[in-house]
């Protein structure tokens, strides 16, 4: 899933924009495309190979059948999605130094539906859909839709693998998704618009959905203005490219700093070393030499660090992000032998890995302090409580 969604938002999406010739005067492609191409091609395979490099004996069924035979509360899911939502409703109440806690705990909610379609629960379908439509109507109302267009697709992956799904009902399942996901682009910045000018009466969901209900695909498009602005959502390699523009012509090759800080501020404790004020964006500004509004954050990605620590030799960082997640699922695959639920536990710690515009401070950083999190959450269970997850 990490692969895919990078193909598809740096590879698929500047090849379209090379080849609409988009010349948006900000979302563009900033240096030619051969000179982009090879670059980004030769990072993906990289982080291909990497991501192969531990993961190549994992008995994907093996796994989901100790699953099914591990005994636990059946009350476990609906457990995890009143904590989930009832997180995410508290959210805004809760003060900035457990914020990230309230977050984490608000995506149990997600695990729930994992749990419900590995034990084969009769009410799978069901819960699940309600889980979902729920969440649409909370991202809805708050005009922010990124964290459920992840989990839809990766709930998808997981209920492919787990459900015997045909060919066709998963190529059907697709084209529905990419039909909403094309429709909730198209518009989502008007929408958005009303949302926060307070023009939205009643339900921002209902809202939303008459406002996709009203859009009129076939002919959007076959235009290629319209085209344009839907493949702007696609497409990351436009800030990828700038980096390449503005490093190292304008600023020198960062030579590793980047990587060295986000290793010390995720990893490093803070009594032995002060932590970074670090904001989404900082590195935007800094490596692509583009001004972002107030309220904007744009990260660079892996990719764009990458170059702009490295210059072309950047695929290597990539390959080494690769072997690391890997290591990671090797780990999960392994403790899974005495925790068999852990590996429905997956997504949600690569949660920001999947993200191709999130950097590698933002993403280590939550890799680590979840998987901190997710230890302490089945030892204070298994071992105070006695509760088996």
């Known amino acids: 899933m990490t692969l895919l969604i990078a193909v598809l938002q740096l590879i698929l999406g500047p090849i379209i924009s090379y080849q609409l010739g988009t010349v948006d005067t900000k979302y563009r492609m900033y240096v030619p495309e051969q000179t982009y191409m090879p670059f980004a091609v030769s990072g993906m395979l990289a982080f291909a190979l990497g991501l192969k490099v531990f993961n190549s004996n994992i008995d994907i069924k093996k796994m989901f059948k ?3 035979s591990y005994r636990m509360p059946k009350s476990i899911p609906y457990m995890f999605i009143f904590i989930g939502m009832a997180s995410n409703a508290l959210s805004s109440f809760a003060p900035s130094a457990i914020a990230f806690a309230f977050f984490l705990f608000g995506q149990f909610q997600f695990i729930a539906i994992c749990y419900l379609f590995a034990t084969r629960s009769r009410s799978r379908w069901t819960v699940g859909a309600l889980v979902m439509l729920i969440s649409f109507f909370i991202s809805a109302e708050e005009g922010m839709f990124h964290n459920i267009i992840l989990w839809a697709g990766l709930i998808f992956s997981f209920v492919c693998m787990q459900a015997k799904l045909t060919r066709l009902q998963k190529y059907a399942v697709l084209a529905v998704g990419a039909f909403a996901l094309s429709s909730l682009q198209s518009v989502k910045s008007d929408f958005r618009d009303e ?7 009643g339900s921002a969901g209902l809202a939303l959905i008459a406002m996709m209900s009203a859009e009129d695909p ?3 498009l076959q235009s290629v203005s319209q085209l344009e602005k839907l493949n702007i959502r696609l497409n990351q390699g436009w800030v990828v490219s ?5 490093v190292p012509q304008s600023r020198p090759f960062a030579g590793g700093a980047t990587i060295k800080d986000a290793v010390a501020d995720s990893l490093l404790p803070r009594f032995l070393f002060a932590k970074r004020e670090v904001l989404v964006g900082d590195a935007f500004r800094e490596y692509t030499g583009l001004p972002l509004g107030g309220s904007t954050s744009i990260g660079i990605g892996l990719l764009g660090e990458a170059w702009a620590n490295y210059g072309w030799w950047g695929w290597i960082l990539m390959g080494v992000w690769g072997a690391v997640l890997s290591g990671t699922m090797s780990l999960i695959v392994r403790y899974s032998k005495y ?3 852990l590996v429905l536990w997956s997504p949600f710690l690569f949660l920001m890995a999947i993200k191709a515009e999130t950097e590698l401070a933002m993403t280590l950083n939550y890799l680590f302090k979840s998987s ?3 230890a302490l959450l089945y030892g204070l269970l298994r071992r105070v409580f006695g509760i088996k997850i």
């Open 66 to 68: 100790s699953v099914e």
């Open 195 to 201: 949302l926060w000018s307070g023009h939205v009466r």
């Open 218 to 220: 076939p002919e959007e």
């Open 242 to 246: 700038a980096v390449m523009q503005h």
């Open 339 to 341: 925790l068999p639920t």
């Open 372 to 374: 901190i999190f997710l």
